[in-house]
């Protein structure tokens, strides 16, 4: 070890910030240092465990001096399990670590400074998963199956026996779970579980590469009776996925309370995971969107309409947009069955749309964009055009700062939109995930 080093050690390294992964960041002989579990303004010492010419990944060894953030981790995985990067640090700490990677993206990427911060929408802290995809492994030497989220940055599927984000009864499901699954024959053919507890009912859907026998039929109804879940199986995408036991469970449906609204959905649906958060960011988009009665609205990336019915509840007219025909078909359906006749729906590959097809639609005095990750350049580059009738005002949902900042670029600095405002909405708490909204006036 060199001199240098050896001083570091004994003394400890200062650590400067937080980078995406929940990583403390230090600076040490010109190389960066990316040191697990270790906070801003902390003294600590580490052992590198990948070295590059101008960067290193490290593992915390010792804290010399803790930061005043840092709190015990509520869950006993936490550092193994890939589910969760920031438990230890205090959750309001948590906001602000979000809300600054929020305003770095917009700055770096699209030099962009919000005329304001709206504050950030929070909900619980635990148990708010209210979907999650759940991976299945038959391990020999670990003595069966396990149920899980990934380990941290590995394929393997941690050895979890309790999960604060899920709903307790999901959590307590886990070890059943791992039994029940270890008692069927096609233990070996079952890589996942996806679950979805809606309003009236828990639902479990299993990938499964093979039939289960007979003998697997009775073990999995006994299972769905006793712990009142209804179990789906899934044998090859997500349209296969089918109900197996009960049969006749009420269906997975969520509630938006202010507006009134029923939101029946399948658990292979996209839905927001986080149910109350979502409750918040709808009203909040909502009234960020300024709707009033005579407006037309366009609701691009509607899913399943989560946006767009409450949209309908106050706007004259509502178009939503959306990719999947099977999310079209259900926002359909939920328009009707919620009494709205005045929200239009179509199926459009929206990575793909032209000006010339957005001016085809014709004028709308407000938009809603809520895109995935991939973000939604061609529709920031349609509405930063002079062919697109320009609304009022954009309000932009996003789940990937990197990909909002480079379509804030395009509508700012092409389009000439002001960003008037943006926010974090803490939608998954404890993990690295910026979910964000923003607000872009004409
Ligand atoms: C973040 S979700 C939002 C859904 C909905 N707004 C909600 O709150 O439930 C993004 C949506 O974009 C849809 N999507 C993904 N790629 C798309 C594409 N290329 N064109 C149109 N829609 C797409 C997905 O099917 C998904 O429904």
């Not at 149910?275 to 960011?281: E, F, Y």
């Not at 804030?408 to 092409?414: M, N, R, S």
Request: glycine share 6%; charged share 20%; net charge neutral.
């Amino acid at each position: 070890m060199e001199m240098k080093d050896k001083e570091a050690q004994t003394s400890g390294t200062y650590v400067e910030s937080l980078d995406l992964e929940a990583r403390g960041v230090a600076k040490q002989d010109g190389k960066v240092i990316f040191i697990d579990g270790a906070l801003p303004g902390e003294t600590v010492q580490y052992s590198s465990y990948r070295k590059k010419p101008s960067y290193e990944f490290a593992q915390l060894t010792e804290i010399k001096r803790s930061s005043s953030v840092r709190i015990a981790p509520r869950c006993p995985h936490f550092g193994v399990c890939g589910g969760c990067s920031m438990q230890h640090l205090d959750p309001v700490a948590q906001l602000a670590v979000k809300q600054r990677v929020l305003e770095d993206n917009l700055w770096h990427i699209a030099k962009v400074k919000p005329d304001m911060m709206l504050r950030p929408i929070q909900g619980p802290d635990w148990r708010y998963r209210y979907r999650a995809r759940l991976s299945v492994r038959y391990v020999a030497k670990k003595g069966g199956v396990l149920v899980g989220f990934h380990e941290k940055k590995s394929s393997y599927v941690a050895d979890m026996r309790e999960c604060h984000v899920l709903p307790k009864a999901i959590s307590d499901l886990l070890l059943p779970l791992r039994s029940l699954v270890e008692s069927l024959s096609i233990r070996e053919r079952l890589p996942q579980i996806e679950y979805a507890q809606g309003q009236f009912v828990t639902v479990m859907v299993l990938r499964v590469l093979e039939a289960p026998s007979t003998q697997d039929q009775a073990l999995l109804r006994q299972f769905a009776e006793q712990h009142q879940v209804q179990f789906w199986l899934q044998p090859q995408g997500p349209d296969s996925a089918v109900p197996f036991w009960p049969v006749n469970a009420p269906e997975l449906s969520y509630a938006l309370g202010e507006f009134g609204l029923h939101m029946p959905f399948k658990p292979t649906d996209f839905t927001q995971v986080n149910h109350q958060i979502n409750q918040s960011l709808v009203s909040y988009a909502l009234r960020l969107l300024q709707v009033q009665s005579i407006d037309r609205v366009l609701d691009l990336f509607c899913g399943l309409g989560n946006f767009t019915l409450p949209l309908a509840t106050q706007a004259r007219q509502v178009h939503g947009i959306e990719g999947s025909e099977t999310l079209v078909q259900r926002a359909l359906d939920n328009a009707q069955r919620n009494g709205l006749n005045n929200a239009s729906f179509a199926a459009r590959n929206l990575f793909e749309i032209t000006p010339e097809e957005m001016s085809s639609w014709g004028a709308f005095d407000r938009v809603l964009i809520d895109p995935p990750r991939e973000g939604a350049l061609a529709v920031a580059q349609a509405l930063a055009s002079e062919q697109v009738p320009r609304p009022k005002r954009l309000v932009y949902v996003s789940c990937n700062p990197a990909t909002l900042a480079r379509d804030a670029a395009v509508l700012t600095h092409e389009g000439g939109w002001k960003l008037s405002a943006a926010g974090v909405v803490n939608m998954f708490p404890h993990t690295s995930h910026v979910e964000s909204i923003a607000v872009f006036d004409a």
